[in-house]
């Protein structure tokens, strides 16, 4: 097997892992491994912008943003490390607009902001409504400029860690199919979310939670799984993204009456209300037989938008609804529904991106700070990838000035060896059958509305489906460029995932921002303001519960 | 139940000797992309296809492969219910790693090579603030940003057919991006481009065919870039000049060697009794007046034997092309001027209809004089045509009694025909009206006769070599005969073919020009 040395990895090579290079490699020998080229990370179908209170177009200051996203957060997340993404997000803005990139600006030559759920200003910084295209590409530049070092379409399989220490990192090089082991100082996790676990996802195929998975196989703490958000618009049966800033620049919604229901569920803030709460309103439509032609699905109207406002400011969405659902949306509405968007859990770290595992490091969609608790806003996860990604960089460099090169864990490396070896066996059970079943069981019992019995089958199937996978065979047996077997291992991140939604969905007795529990429809401040802590231990996975970091806000009804 | 078939390209290196192509069968449904007939074989038939795939929106650039020869993304690809069979290949140009999987390596190196990022002065320092840029001063910057780096640019250029040291579309695109962004300081960047084959594109346009994401890579990136070198005095190339010299000598960059064909017709020529069916102004360009006055013979009898009036104005100048195509935007006004005031003359007395026998005229008059027209505030009461779409879509096409013509060939779809909007089959259906002729199907409608975008004049042996690419394209298909509409195609071919020759080499190849073959199969 071959060894190859660095003093820090990256596993990933979305926004935050390239910020995360580009801190880390300033003074360190950094090398990013990625399944896939940087500028194929998931980042780059991120649409409508970033949160930051440049105040450009109505006074704004870090606070206000903060409240928004605590109060977004349904009060779960962290607040002294939301104060660290709202204080900080600015300079990252201004950092990266001097790299490059290209943020559409207001005639006085400032950036431009536009509105977006959840918060009570304009205070989204955007790039068109392709943001997460445009970052994607102005940091990928900066890698290129600075020379690092990037392994792509290498898949990782497993973190080595030894008495709670990481070591070093395995992975597949996709190209030739062999492994090798990456000895490092340190690794930062940036590996994003795990959408692929439900059947309704926006994300990429490549969305497949390895990164929470392979740290939780390997001991970490695992944080608030169960928050998973849904995104209200997508397109409807292939749940392409249909950007809020639709709704942000003043699409609206509209059931099978022609009402704009959200006037009921959100009487203030309507279609702007946070993500969680806008879902819940469309399901409820198509449950009670509101939905477009008794259907899945409501409008989305962005015709009043006028056709020139739509090409300036939306012209990815006008264009995903001409290739993809063959609407021309500056005539007719929009079909769409909810799907699965963002993981609000992840690996559990601390303010400086620090996992329960020594030298173990997280950032970004993969990681739970958390700053985002049980909902996030729009525009706070490009926000949270450039902040949390310089800091983890930052404070990696700062772990491995006393560290010397680990030993190699060469048991451990075979032993992982192995298990990809023995995937190539003659299995009974088919990967993408197993897939599906997933994503099926996963969408209808722990998916928008969930409760006692639903998130207990789920559980149940989730470990049935484990336990069959054990049974899953790869049965394409060249070793270049194998995505049957790629597959095969991302399935295996997936059920992790899954269990850990399951299981967090099932401990939460309580309703709370995208959480939702129909037997236990009200927030419980009393017993649940705690984050779910789930870690693997002696063979088994272990709960805890951590009380979230109120410093700022006291908790009070959420109200939009 | 429908099904389509899938012909796809195999390649396990650990175990094929060459590639082959497998097909499969998938059910139909609405809405189907490649990417979903892919995952469908993948999941349902066999597991050890291998393909990239991320978004399935379009923006991560993952699946770009090549379907029916053409560069594009599987994802964004749907297949109607009418299509039967589809051939997927992966991108040319690279090196195939299996299947559909492709080392994009010489994609991004070159991409590397044009410093892809902003290059600031060290002066500027870091502020807590965002930099004033007024929206304006980013807007065209901002146009170019759209590339998702998928490749299919790259894949389907012509130029890297026969010359692996261009630097290729979107590495000009993103040179541009850079250069007309006014936070960057790298004055070097236009430099560099001409270095590394701005002048080798022959503005055929294939890659924007390719794009997936719709940009404007030829004017808005090519031939905008070509414009700035001149701005700053890196272009035209030496060669270049001598062409343009031509043009100010002449009126047109071939020289007159034998009678123009305006000259040896009347203003007007009504060879018909009775009513005309129409009445147009031709306009011949320089290469059919000067050179090729058989074809504007036969364009003329074409139109006598539909009952059409022609006006043949002898005191038309070049269409201008040549400078636009070279980055000239700035010595167009003469042409725009004298052009469009005879134009607009004959219109004054009722002749609307401007048409015209060369594509590159045609593309020039279509393209880039209504924009240059409202800048010099000069009307435009008239309509331009292509001759071939003016017998397809405006007359009632005389058809009876044409001769037959036995042949088989292959028809070149000429890249200024395509850039006017002017669909190929126009021409397939015309040339298919005369009696006996075969035509066999192009792999792919958009190869290249070298003859664009000043790369004769400038890189004469890499015209040399798309030329005969292209004849090589048409005997690997079993055909000895290309068809086609254009004259700078036809001399491309022409100078080839005559090279050969005169090394003795037998071709036995040869060009016709549509309307030349047209013509004859009136005469009976």
């Known amino acids: 097997m071959e060894i190859i040395t660095h003093d820090i990895i990256i596993i990933g090579a979305g926004l935050a892992g390239q910020m995360a290079a580009l801190a880390a490699s300033q003074s360190s020998d950094t090398a990013i491994v990625s399944k896939v080229h940087p500028i194929r990370s998931h980042s780059g179908a991120a649409q409508g912008g970033i949160n930051a209170s440049f105040g450009n177009v109505s006074d704004d200051d870090w606070e206000k943003h903060a409240f928004d996203t605590a109060k977004g957060s349904d009060y779960l997340a962290d607040q002294d490390a939301v104060e660290i993404l709202c204080k900080n997000i600015t300079s990252r803005i201004v950092e990266i607009d001097h790299f490059g990139a290209i943020f559409d600006r207001m005639p006085d030559g400032r950036l431009a902001q536009r509105p977006f759920g959840g918060g009570s200003f304009p205070r989204t910084c955007y790039a068109g409504d392709a943001t997460g295209h445009e970052m994607l590409n102005t940091l990928y530049e900066q890698l290129i400029k600075n020379n690092v070092r990037v392994y792509e379409e290498w898949l990782t399989t497993s973190l080595m860690v030894e008495n709670n220490e990481y070591k070093g990192v395995l992975a597949i090089n996709l190209k030739t199919g062999e492994t090798a ?380 | ?223 905008r870039l070509r414009y700035l070198a001149v701005q700053k005095e890196l272009a035209p190339l030496p060669e270049h000049k001598k062409l343009i010299n031509s043009v100010l000598d002449s009126g047109g960059i071939v020289p007159v060697k034998a009678k123009p064909a305006t000259e040896m017709f009347p203003e007007y020529i009504k060879e018909f009794d009775g009513e005309p069916q129409a009445e147009v102004l031709l306009y011949l360009g320089c290469i059919i007046n000067r050179r090729k006055q058989n074809v504007a013979a036969a364009i003329i009898n074409i139109f006598q034997n539909n009952r059409i009036a022609v006006h043949l104005p002898g005191k038309v100048t070049c269409c201008g092309s040549p400078f636009m195509r070279i980055g000239q935007r700035d010595s167009m006004r003469p042409f725009v001027e004298k052009n469009f005031s005879i134009f607009n003359d004959y219109a004054a007395r009722g002749i609307t209809d401007v048409v015209t026998s060369c594509s590159g005229c045609n593309s020039t008059f279509r393209h880039d004089f209504p924009k240059l027209a409202k800048e010099f505030d000069i009307p435009m009461n008239f309509r331009i045509f292509d001759v071939g779409e003016y017998m397809y879509e405006k007359i009632a096409l005389n058809v009876k009694g044409l001769k037959k013509t036995n042949i088989r060939a292959m028809y070149h779809y000429p890249c200024h025909i395509r850039a006017s909007g002017l669909a190929e089959d126009i021409y397939i259906d015309l040339i298919q009206r005369i009696p006996g002729v075969e035509l066999v199907k192009v792999p792919k409608s958009g190869y290249c006769c070298g003859g664009g975008g000043g790369v004769r004049a400038a890189f004469p042996e890499l015209a040399d070599r798309l030329a005969v690419r292209r004849i090589e394209i048409a005997k690997e298909s079993g055909v000895d005969t290309l068809i086609t509409n254009c004259p700078f195609c036809v001399l491309s071919f022409e100078r080839v073919l005559g090279m050969k020759e005169e090394r003795g080499e037998k071709m036995g190849f040869r060009i016709i020009d549509f309307y030349e073959m047209f013509s004859e199969a009136y005469s009976i």
């Open chain 1, 181 to 560: 082991y990456f000895r490092s100082k340190a690794v930062i996790v940036a590996t994003g979310g795990c959408g692929r676990v439900f059947e309704r996802t926006t994300n990429s195929h490549q969305s497949t939670g390895d990164g929470i998975s392979m740290a939780y196989r390997a001991g970490a703490q695992v944080c608030d799984m169960e928050f998973v958000q849904f995104h209200p618009t997508t397109l409807v049966g292939t749940n392409i993204l249909i950007s809020e800033a639709a709704r942000g620049e003043g699409g609206f919604l509209m059931n099978s009456e022609n009402k704009r229901f959200m006037e009921s569920y959100a009487p203030s803030a309507k279609e702007l209300a946070p993500r969680d709460i806008v879902v819940r309103s469309i399901q409820t439509e198509i449950e009670k037989g509101r939905g477009i032609s008794g259907g899945e699905f409501v409008w989305l109207d962005l015709t009043s938008l006028g056709s020139e406002k739509l090409m300036e400011k939306l012209p990815q969405v006008y264009k995903l609804a001409k290739d993809f659902a063959n609407v021309d949306a500056a005539q007719d509405c929009i079909p769409v529904q909810s799907a699965q968007h963002y993981t609000m859990g992840g690996i559990r770290t601390n303010n400086n991106c620090e996992s329960s595992i020594k030298g173990l490091l997280a950032c970004g969609e993969c990681a739970c700070v958390s700053v985002h608790g049980a909902n996030r806003l729009g525009g706070n996860s490009l926000a949270e990838t450039l902040v949390f990604g310089k800091i983890a960089g930052e404070r990696a460099l700062e772990y491995i000035r006393k560290k010397g090169t680990p030993g190699i864990q060469r048991e451990a490396a075979e032993k992982e060896e192995e298990r990809i070896n023995h995937l190539f066996r003659s299995g009974d059970e088919s990967v993408p059958e197993l897939r599906k079943e997933l994503q099926n069981i996963m969408w209808e019992r722990a998916g928008i509305f969930r409760n006692e019995s639903d998130s207990r089958e789920a559980l149940k199937a989730v470990k049935t489906l484990k336990k069959r996978y054990s049974n899953a065979g790869v049965k394409d047996s060249c070793r270049i460029f194998n995505t049957d077997l790629m597959q095969a291992i991302e399935l295996g991140f997936l059920l992790d995932n899954a269990e850990l939604i399951a299981q967090g969905a099932l401990l939460r007795r309580e309703s709370r921002g995208s959480h939702f529990r129909t037997d236990f429809p009200q927030r419980d401040d009393k017993n649940w303001l705690t984050h779910t802590i789930i870690a693997f231990k002696d063979g088994k996975p272990q709960v805890t519960f951590e009380p979230v970091r109120i410093t700022l806000f006291k908790p009070e009804a959420r109200k939009y």
């Open chain 2, 1 to 223: 139940m429908t099904e389509i078939k899938l012909i796809i390209f195999r390649y396990d290196p650990s175990k094929d000797e060459k590639p082959h192509y497998e097909t499969y069968t998938v059910p139909w449904r609405q809405r189907l992309t490649v990417l979903d007939a892919l995952n469908y074989i993948k999941e349902n038939i066999d597991s050890s296809i291998s393909f990239r795939q991320g978004c399935r929106s379009a923006i991560c650039g993952s699946c770009a492969v090549r379907i029916e020869k053409r560069g594009c993304l599987a994802c964004k690809t749907t297949i109607g219910e009418e299509t039967r069979e589809i051939t997927i290949d992966p991108l040319n140009h690279y090196k195939v790693i299996r299947d559909l999987v492709v080392d994009l390596e010489p994609f991004y190196e070159r991409m590397k090579q044009i410093q892809p990022y902003l290059v600031r002065n060290n002066t500027i320092a870091m502020t807590t603030k965002e930099m004033l840029i007024k929206p304006e001063d980013l807007a065209e910057a901002k146009n170019l940003r759209d590339c998702i780096l998928c490749g299919s640019c790259f894949s389907d250029c012509n130029t890297l057919d026969v010359d692996n040291t261009f630097c290729g579309p979107a590495a000009l695109v993103k040179t541009l991006r850079f250069a007309s962004d006014p936070r960057d300081n790298n004055e070097g960047r236009l430099a560099q481009a001409v270095e590394l084959g701005l002048y080798k594109c022959p503005v055929d346009q294939e890659c924007e065919f390719a794009c997936p994401k719709e940009i404007n890579i030829r004017r808005g990136a090519i031939e």
